[in-house]
């Protein structure tokens, strides 16, 4: 059965840290692309980051660059986002995406993908 999992979210203060894991299960992240999704209330759901297949290539969003770190571990079958001085923008459900025809031009575009998580929660206030 193919699965992701997210883990790893939960409420933090303005200028904490989290990290958050995607385990996935029932197929090999070897050849896919991964992305971090967010969702904040009321708002569409938007692309947080990505990790290429082929040399690890990353991308951000602007609003998270600098701040955020994606990083993969194919024998662990995992990637992570390490979010440092997270901000209360940041708050929303972040979800992870795998997609084998996913490039630095499309990323950002759900479309590309194959398959999702459910989604941790994220919330940062004080």
């Known amino acids: 059965q193919v699965q992701l999992v997210e883990s790893g979210g939960g409420l933090v203060q303005p200028g904490g840290s989290l990290r958050l894991s995607c385990a996935a299960s029932?197929?090999?992240?070897?050849?896919?692309?991964v992305s971090w999704f967010r969702q904040a209330p009321g708002k569409e759901r938007e692309g947080v980051s990505c990790?290429?297949?082929?040399?690890?290539?990353?991308y951000y969003a602007e609003s998270v660059k600098g701040r955020f770190t994606i990083s993969r571990d194919n024998a662990k079958n995992t990637v992570w986002l390490q979010m440092n001085s997270l901000k209360p923008e940041d708050t929303g459900v972040y979800y992870c995406?795998?997609?084998?025809?996913?490039?630095?031009?499309?990323?950002?575009?759900?479309?590309?993908?194959?398959?999702w998580g459910q989604g941790t929660q994220v919330t940062v206030s004080s």
């Open positions: 995406a795998t997609g084998l025809w996913v490039y630095g031009s499309t990323w950002t575009k759900e479309v590309g993908y194959d398959y």
């Open positions: 990790i290429s297949a082929s040399d690890s290539s990353t």
């Open positions: 029932g197929f090999s992240l070897d050849y896919y692309a």
